[in-house]
Every structure is written in C-alpha cells, then in structure tokens.
C-alpha cells in the first residue's frame, strides 16, 4: 500500500507541475543582477550572472548586507504579434516589475523569511504601448539581505501563459480555500456527532489534526504579515511544530499503534513550541531560522516516515476499508513530508529533473483529506447502521421466537388453570350433588321403606330434586353466556308450570344488565334464589302474578326483584329453610337480600355488587361432567314416571356410580365425602339381583 500511495502522489504531482508550465517554454538559464543601496543607487559596476536554481529560482547569496537589487532580462518582440504577458510562479520578495524601464506593477517590500505567504501565481498583460520591436528588458526590483531571490518566470504569448497561471491559481489558491471549507466542515461534522467510546480517541486525533492543517493553510495567504520579525517566523514555526505533533497523534489514535496518550503529545508540543520561544528571543531573524528551519525538517521527516510505516501496518492487518483509509492518508502524509525536503533541498519530479517542484502540494492535499475523511466516516456510519439493522433482525427474530414460546406457554398455563377450575368446578357440583342430592334421595328412600311417606309426597320430594338437577344442569349449559340468556331457559322450563297454576308472569330485564357474566358457582346460586321464589309462590303464595325485575345498579351492579301479588308471609308460621337458604346465597354472591311482605304480596330484592368477569368459561374439558348430569337428568325423569321403592333404589345407585366414575376419571383429584352425607347403609350395600338389600 505504501509503494502504491507513492506512485499515485508522484503521478498526482507530476501532472500537476505539468499544468502550471506553459506549453513551449522553457526557463531561462540565468540573469543578470545589480545591487542597490538604499537610495536606489547601483553599487555594482558590472552586472552579475545569476544561474537558476533547482527550486527554480534565481538566487544570490550576499554577504554585503545590502537590502536590495535589481534582476534584468532581455527578450525579443515583433510587432503584429499576438498579446503578450509576464508571468511569475509566485511573487514573494517582489517590490517592483519595470517593462523597458516604465513600471508596470508595484509591491510593498516582502518579509524575506516568508515561508509559506506570497507563493500565489501571477500574470501581468504587457501593454502594446510600452513594447517595443526587437529587444525589450524587463526590471525586478526584489528585497532580500542574505539572499536575493528572484521567483522562475516566462515572457512570451498570453494565451499558453493564462492558462499555465489558471492551472497555478486553481491548485494554489482556489483549492488551498477550498481545503479550508471543507475540513472546517468535516471538523464540525466530527464534533456534533455522537460517536462509541471505541470511535472517540479517533475521531478526535481526525479533528485535531483537520483544525491544524486548515490554520496551516491560511497561514499560506500570509494572515501573518503584520507580526513583526522574529516573531512570525518563530508564530510560522511554533505553527509547524504543532501541526507535525497532531499529526502524529493522529496516525497513533487512528492505527491504534504507538503511544496514544494525548498528554505526552501536548507536552512534546509545548516543548517544541517553547523552544521556538526560546530561539525568538535572540531577536535575530536569520538566527531563528538557522536554529528552527533544520528542526523543522528533521521533524517533518521523522514524523512523517514514522506515521507511514504505522498506516502500513495498519493497511496488513485489515480489508479493504484499511486499504483504503491507509493509502489516502500516505498520500496526504507523503505531500507534507515533500513539501518540508523540498524547501530544504529543491526536489524535482523523480528520474525527471527539468521538472522541478514550483508549489507546495500538502495546503492542496488538505482537500483531500477532508473529503476522503468524510467518505470514510460515511463508510463507518452506513457499515453501523447496517451492523445495526443485522442487530434488530436478529433480536426482532429473537423476540418473535420468544413471543412464540411465551404464547404457548401462556396457552399451556391457561389451559392448565382451566383444567384446575374445570375439576374443582366438577368437585363442587359432584359434591353439592352428593351432599344435596345424594343426602336428600337417599333419606327419601329410607322413609318411604319405613312408611314413613306416602307416594304422593315421595314424588313431590322427587319433583323438588328434578328441578335442583335441572337447574344444576342449567347453569352448566349457560356458564359461558349471559345472565340474561341463563334467566331465560329458567324462564322456559318454569313458564308452563306457572301457566298451569293461572300465574301470570311479569318478565322485565334490563338490556345493560342482562350483558353481565357470572361463574357457574354464581349462576348457580343466582338461579337456586329465583327458582326457590318461584317454588314458594306456586306452593304457597295463592297469587295471580309473579313478577321478575332484573336492572343495573348506578355502581354497575345488579338488581334482581322477584314479587308477587299474593297472600304474603304468615308471621305466625314457623321459619322455613327458605329465605335461610336464598340469604346464605346472596350472601355467597356478595350481595344483599331484603325480603319484604304484607296483605298485598311478598317482594324479594337481591343487590349484587360489580361483579369481575369469570377467569375461564365451560371448555371442552368440562363435557364430561355435563353429560353424567345428563344421565341423572333422564334417570330423574324416568324415576318419576314410576315411583316405586325400586325406583328410588335404582337412583340413588345411579347416583353413587356416578360418584365413583368422576374419582375414576380424575384419580389425583380429591372429592370430599362426609359420613353424614352417605349412611353407611347405603355405602355398604351389596347387589343381589340388581336390588339392594
């Protein structure tokens, strides 16, 4: 990578020096010099024979200590010729510019040791007037004491000359300027953006050192001229030395070799800067630059040689991304370690000497730079973004698998808490029906064996156990529905029977509340209240109305009002289990019950609070227990067909088989059996010929 960064600069540079030569000229070989004194004064007798220099210029070294001289050139017009300029590969030192001894431009005297000012082109139109045909001599007056520095220049037609001085103006003013923008902007860029902890110490070396090379810059427009000597030179080199020290903290940070730790790179700036300082309190310009100039090369080609090597090894150890960031910064590196030999030792185009070096590439370099630094954090923001989107697809398809496991373990808990209320559910009607049920049939048995009741009221207990299953029944059927729905198939099975009594029924039921839902336990307790109203009013009521009112409390509750028009309660007869009953379930629903009775009938009123949803509905688990209430239902009726002591012993078998066959069913779950609940007759009883003995 670094062989190819090389061969690409030197390409770069070699097209470059080539744009700002005029096509078809060529330098001249010398000119001729005279000195000045300070009164304009010619102190030679003869003119000296200045040659050119690699660099290219004309220069004189001068121990005499005057401060001026005079370079004269001679050139040849024919008149008719196209237009004629002069042109100047840069105008530093430069104070006046004479066409056969009439100015045609003037400058204010230079400061010699100018190292990076005063290196902008310039074209001069010689006027028509002031040619003349055959021999013609231009005047440069230049200010220098050491040396006397006459810049490499061409005279000859405008056309080839406006172009080489576009070229020129373009790579040394316009794109320095735009270098500047930009990198200011990259800076900005870098320092408004929120950046890892892993990008921080390089994107911070990238700022530094884009800070640096855009205040090396505009030190090329000569923003230092008013500083007086020695102090802009020692301001130019303290410059440098800051510039050379960031760079090299640069390279560190971003390869992450070397040292990286920012305080020493201060310190070794502070004490380079100091020294500059130091040297600049001697007070003698040529001095500060006899001291500091070398430093600086020395400096520049350490630094530099030394950042190359570690973006070398940082381009090996990497893709293509590496390669890339490594040969833009070689390239930069390399123009900024030329630029330093260059002022020391004149370089030209390799294996081409008569292409010397005539302008600095790192101020044009800085462009570079900064547009490749933004590509490059371009490069990082879109490979982060895209690691980043990898990412989220990645937990996104995470969470979706999650979300499925959490959705079929959520699906297994609540089928197994549906399973749990379905066998506790099934534990508590099995057990009403065995304590109920069970309790009442089997001491309906006894008694009719001992006598003790009569076939009439034998059927009517019987009845009285036909509606208790059927509303057991009831409750299962509608345990997922509506409360409204659950009243109404009460109110279908119960309509004849009133009917056949001449009641006539009042049915009022709120839309609003009849929505509600309540559990089958609840249901449950809720139809055994109105079934137990009704029962009373056929029984003992001699009414002509029955009326159920079923509402919305304001809280969001119900209200259920059962009432009748008959004969009301008799306050002398003794408490029946009734109104006991129906309290004790109100009481289970959490509500209250007012019962209120006169001359002119009897009004139950039962408040119910708000009551939650219930937590699961009758799955298909639940089938089981509904068809062996099923069963007792059909063996209910068939009892009743034909009531007879086999009969009732057939039953209650039924009955208990149907006990045992749920503890079959489900063997892990307990079903509760009291002594009192079952005579031990019963449970003890052997079949003999299917009757029980």
Known sequence: ??????????????????????????????????????????????????????????????????????????FEYHAGETPWALYLSWNRRISEVRLNGRPITARAPLDIWSVLGGFDPVLYDLP???????????????????????????????TPLFNAYAWAQLISVDLVVAAIGVMLFVALLCAITPWPASEAQRVRGLMGLLLLWSLRNFSFFGLDAGIPPPWRQVTHYSLTFLFLVGLAWFAASWTGLGVRRPRLYAAVAASAVGWAILTGLSGDNARVFHWLFPVETALSAILVALALAQFSRYAARGGWSRAYEALLFQLCLTAVGV?????????????????????????????????????????????????????????????????????????????????????????????DMHDGLGGQLVSLLMRFRSGKVSADEAASEVSRALDDLRLIVTSLDHADEAIGIALGGLRERFEPRLRDAGLQLDWQIDSEAAKHRLSVEQMLDLLRIVQEALGNCLRHAQARRFGLKLSQTPVGGLRVQLSDDGRGIDPQAPAGKGLSNMRLRAARLGGALDVSSGATGTC???????????????????????????????????????????????????????????????PNVHFPRTQAAWPSPVRNRTRTGGRIS
């Open 1 to 74: 990578m670094l062989l190819l960064s090389q061969l690409l600069f030197w390409l770069l540079l070699f097209l470059g020096e080539r744009s700002v030569l005029p096509a078809g000229a060529s330098y001249a070989p010398e000119i001729r010099m005279q000195r000045l004194a300070e009164d304009g004064a010619v102190l030679d007798a003869e003119p000296i024979a200045v040659p050119l220099l690699p660099a290219p210029a004309y220069r004189y070294r001068d121990d005499s200590g005057s401060g001026h001289a005079r370079f004269e050139h001679n």
């Open 128 to 158: 028509v007037e002031l040619l003349r045909p055959g021999s013609n001599q231009l005047e440069f007056q230049v200010y220098g004491v050491a040396n006397k520095i006459l810049p490499a220049f061409f005279v000859g037609e405008l």
């Open 339 to 431: 630029d330093a030999l260059d002022d020391r030792f004149d370089l030209s185009i390799p294996f081409a000497p008569q292409w010397p070096l005539t302008f600095y590439a790192a101020p044009v370099c800085g462009l570079l730079l900064a547009l490749g630094s933004c590509t490059i954090l371009v490069g990082q923001s879109q490979r982060a973004r895209s690691m980043l989107e990898s990412l989220n697809r990645l937990l996104d398809r995470r969470l979706a698998e999650q979300a499925l496991a959490l959705n079929e373990a959520h699906q297994q808990a609540a089928e197994a808490a549906r399973e749990h209320a379905v066998m506790t559910e099934r534990a508590r009607l099995m057990r």
């Open 604 to 666: 139950i009123d039962l408040q119910l609070p708000p009551a939650e949803p219930p937590a699961g509905g009758i799955s298909g688990s639940e089938t089981a227990t509904q068809n062996d209430l099923s069963h007792l239902s059909i063996a209910f009726l068939q009892s009743c067909c034909s009531i007879d002591s086999m009969g009732l012993e057939w039953f209650s078998r039924s009955i208990d088989e149907q006990w045992e066959g749920a503890c079959r069913t489900k």
